[in-house]
């Protein structure tokens, strides 16, 4: 038995089309066994078409599945073998500050991150956000009554054998503990509905079925952190799952390895600055039309012919503005740039934009992740007992 410590991925994501595109630059060609799968993929669609069986359909579903779990293993190999190829071009960043971190991370190709994760579901923070008062008041009441000790029709079957005062407080106490949010208000439990319909808007414009995996790094600046956004096909297993395996917080040290797409602190860009045109076409046409009409009239007027040709000029110099051609017979009108506005109003949704991708309290680096995992050296078992 080899004494080497071995190293075992437990992949969570793993793009296959960076790795396969990274993959076959590198190694010059696709590895043999992703086309063999693909082929059998388009066989095994061939023979569905048309009148199928149970049987048929059964033996396209293991097939698909089979598909499946040949393909992640044949991703997992093919990582292993990238990895090793590029790891010469793959930065460490925890040596990096707040002072250096762009120009660390300028001119590198991929980096690797290891440390804390925290796992960031926007569609559960939807779901969250429309829901958390309703949630709120079921768990205020469900705290009320475990702490009376009874049920609520118990309670209301007290009622009729109580008398006087305590017979009405009872009753005032169950018509409080009937409505869930006023005991949620009571406890601290209940949130202003106008924040959470904001975070379910900004959680809607901005980051439609988003799921980020935010990593802080285990050894460096602990005000820099890099965050990925994922795409959730990649994952290896559904988000509530890894949810409810991990929670929002992982307490083990997660590896992420991706490419730089965003860092904070760079120049803004330039928002356009211009005022909306106006846009009464009918009217400018109207203007350039009679501008053009009294041009005419004075051109054929026979006080030009009297007057002789350099003082006909003079008066169409003074009633022909700018804007009309010298073919003043051709009505014509000045439209407004809509390109312009446009421009502008895009300028002003980027900088808009921003805000959300940048932080005021930590420095937030943002990646394509390429893979992630979380790594277990397996060590030689010692030997136990007397070995005579």
Do not use: C
Request: aromatic share 8%; no cysteine; glycine share 6%.
């Amino acid at each position: 038995m080899s004494n080497q410590d071995k190293t075992i991925r437990d992949f969570i994501y793993l793009n296959g089309d960076t790795l396969n595109s990274l993959y076959s630059q590198l190694f010059e060609g696709v590895a043999e066994q992703i086309v063999k799968s693909r082929l059998h993929s388009e066989v095994q669609q061939e023979l569905q078409k048309g009148e199928v069986t149970k049987g048929q359909i059964a033996e396209a579903q293991f097939s698909e599945i089979k598909q499946s779990t040949e393909s992640k293993v044949l991703y997992d190999y093919m990582y292993s073998q990238l990895e090793s190829k590029i790891t010469a071009s793959i930065f460490d960043p925890s040596g990096i500050g707040k002072d250096n971190y762009r120009e660390a991370l300028a001119d590198v190709f991929m980096v690797k991150i290891k440390g804390r994760a925290e796992i960031e579901d926007y569609n559960r923070v939807k779901v969250l956000a429309e829901r958390f008062n309703d949630l709120a008041g079921k768990l205020a009441f469900a705290e009320t009554i475990n702490q009376l000790g009874m049920s609520l029709y118990q309670a209301e079957a007290l009622v009729s054998s109580m008398q006087g005062k305590q017979k009405a407080e009872l009753k005032q106490a169950i018509q409080r503990w009937k409505n869930p949010k006023q005991l949620a208000k009571e406890k601290g439990y209940l949130q202003d509905e106008e924040t959470l319909s904001l975070i379910n808007l900004v959680t809607e414009m901005f980051y439609p079925d988003g799921f980020e995996v935010t990593l802080t790094p285990t050894q460096g600046d602990e005000g820099i952190i890099f965050r990925g956004v994922i795409d959730k096909q990649w994952l290896r297993l559904p988000p509530e799952t890894l949810k409810a395996l991990y929670g929002g917080y992982t307490d083990f040290e997660w590896t992420m390895v991706g490419q730089i797409t965003y860092m904070p602190g760079g120049t803004s860009p330039e928002i356009p600055q211009t005022s909306v045109p106006n846009v009464n076409i009918e009217e400018s046409v109207a203007s350039a039309g009679e501008v053009g009409r009294r041009s005419k009239e004075n051109k054929d007027s026979p006080k030009n012919e009297e007057r002789g040709p350099e003082s006909a000029a003079q008066d169409n110099e003074d009633v022909v503005p700018e804007r009309v051609s010298a073919a003043v017979e051709e009505v014509t009108a000045e439209l407004p740039s809509m390109r312009d506005p446009f421009r502008a109003f895009f300028g002003t949704l980027r900088g808009f934009e921003r805000m959300f991708l940048e932080s005021k309290q930590r420095i937030e680096i943002i990646l394509h992740p390429l893979a992630i995992y979380r790594e277990t050296v397996l060590k030689p078992a010692e030997k136990g007992g007397n070995d005579n």
